[in-house]
C-alpha cells in the first residue's frame, strides 16, 4: 500500500519579518512543490530518499522505532529529519512504533536553494502523514509565523495574520490586471530563514505604527488597477522594512539603474524579489541577463 501527500511551495509578497509580530501578510501558493510517497518494505528501518530537480538530492536510513541514524548522505540533513520525526512522535505518540519497515521517497519541483519551502513542504507532508499538526510542528523544529504552512493545502493567494497563537488565514482574489509586467527574480543568495529571524529579533527597531502600515500595504494591493499605484506600494513597503531593518533597499544593491519596483521577498538579501515591468518580456528578461540575473519567473507561470 503507498500512501502520497503534496504541499505547495510559498513566497510572501507582504509583511516579512513583521508577520511574527501581527502584521496581516499577503502570501501565494505556487505551481511547485514537494510530495512524500510512503510504502511499507519488510527491512525492519525507514528507508529515506529525497530527490530534486538536479537527481538524488538526500538519502538516509533510520533505524526503528528509535529512529537512530544509521546510514546517511549528508549528516546535518539526518539529524534535522531525525529531529522532525521525534518532534512529531510528541504529538502523535505511535508514529513510527509498530512498523515492520518504511520507505519514504521525496520530490522537490524546485532546487531547494530558491527559498520556495523546502523545509515548510516537508512539515506539512510528514505532518500530514502522522495526523499531526503542521503548525505546531514547524514551531517545534523550524519556527516561523506559519504563513508557508498556510500556504501548502492553498487553492490560491491568501492573507496571514498571527496573533499569539492564533492564526487567520484568508482566501483572497490576487490576479492583478497587469500580472504579466510582474515577474520573480532570483537573487542566487540563499537565505536561512531561522538564522534571518533570530537577526531580525536581535537587531530591528519597530512600533505598532510600522505593523499596521504594513497590514494596511497588505489590503491595499490586491485592490490595485494600476501598475503605477502597485508600486508605490511596494516602495512603501520596501521602505518601511529599510528602517525597521537598517538594511538598504534591495533595489538600491543590486537594481540601482532599473526603472520599475523592485522589492524584496521573505528573508532580505537573498533568494527571489518582485520585479515590475514596462517592457517586453523578451526585453525583460535580456536586461535582467545582462546584470547576471538567469533564473526568472512571470507571476502567471509560478503563482498558483
Known amino acids: 500500500m503507498k500512501n502520497k501527500w503534496f504541499a505547495n ?14 502584521a496581516e501578510a499577503l502570501a501565494v501558493p505556487l505551481k511547485y512543490g514537494q510530495s512524500l510517497t510512503v510504502q511499507k518494505n ?10 530534486a530537480p538536479g537527481g538524488l538530492w538526500f538519502t538516509a536510513v533510520f533505524k526503528l522505532p528509535s529512529l537512530e541514524v544509521l546510514e546517511t548522505s549528508d549528516s546535518d540533513m539526518s539529524e534535522q529529519l531525525r529531529s522532525l520525526l521525534l518532534n512529531v512522535k510528541k504529538q502523535a505518540e505511535n508514529f513510527l512504533t509498530n512498523e515492520q519497515g518504511l520507505t519514504a521517497t521525496t520530490n522537490l519541483d524546485f532546487d531547494p536553494d530558491y527559498g520556495f519551502g523546502s523545509s515548510s513542504t516537508l512539515v506539512y507532508c510528514v505532518a500530514r502523514w502522522a495526523k499531526a499538526d503542521p503548525y505546531v510542528l514547524q514551531q517545534e523544529t523550524f519556527g516561523g509565523s506559519g504563513y508557508d504552512i498556510a500556504c501548502a493545502d492553498a487553492d490560491g493567494p491568501v492573507t496571514f495574520q498571527r496573533t499569539g497563537n492564533n492564526r487567520n488565514v484568508s482566501r483572497i482574489d490576487f490576479s492583478p490586471l497587469f500580472k504579466d509586467q510582474l515577474y520573480f527574480v532570483y537573487l542566487g543568495r540563499k537565505q536561512q530563514t531561522a538564522g534571518s529571524i533570530k537577526s531580525f529579533q536581535k537587531e530591528a527597531v519597530f512600533e505598532k505604527a510600522d505593523i499596521q502600515k504594513i497590514t494596511d500595504i497588505t489590503r491595499e494591493i490586491p485592490k490595485t488597477k494600476k501598475l503605477e499605484d502597485f508600486e508605490a506600494l511596494l516602495n512603501e513597503h520596501e521602505q518601511i522594512m529599510s528602517s525597521v531593518l537598517r538594511q538598504p533597499v534591495v533595489k538600491e544593491l543590486y537594481f540601482s539603474e532599473y526603472q520599475g519596483a523592485v522589492k524584496s521577498l521573505g528573508a532580505w538579501g537573498g533568494d527571489f524579489v518582485l520585479v515590475t515591468s514596462r517592457m517586453s518580456r523578451e526585453e525583460f528578461i535580456r536586461q535582467m541577463h545582462n546584470q547576471r540575473f538567469d533564473i526568472i519567473y512571470p507571476f502567471a507561470g509560478l503563482v498558483l
Open 9 to 22: 511551495g510559498k513566497l510572501l509578497i507582504t509583511g516579512e519579518y513583521l508577520v511574527l509580530h501581527g
Open 42 to 51: 519488510k527491512s525492519g528501518l525507514l528507508q529515506w530518499q529525497a530527490n
